[in-house]
């Protein structure tokens, strides 16, 4: 898997929104890369601190949000 944009890493695969159509493309992803790779999932929202906030939560320097609370899904592949 090869990235031209070199700020990303390179088990960096895609971006989806979540909701109902995304979490179906991750399930596909998850069946077709089953005992070869093992799926990341990391939250993103535009207004990542304070929806941390609001749920009470820290936020890190990593810039993740809990899935359950973000706009998007980033995903990437780890081998196993």
């Known amino acids: 898997m090869e990235n031209n944009i070199s700020w990303r890493s ?3 695969l895609l971006t989806v929104k979540n909701d109902r159509l995304g979490w ?13 790779y093992k799926i990341i ?3 993103r929202h535009s207004n990542r601190k304070q929806v941390m906030r609001d749920n009470g939560l820290n936020s890190n320097w990593t810039n ?4 359950r609370l973000s706009e998007r899904i980033a995903i990437y592949l780890r081998k196993k």
């Open 10 to 12: 390179p088990n960096y």
């Open 41 to 43: 999932l990391r939250g």
């Open 24 to 36: 179906m493309l991750i399930d596909h992803l998850k069946m077709r890369t089953k005992g070869v």
């Open 64 to 67: 993740d949000i809990p899935v």
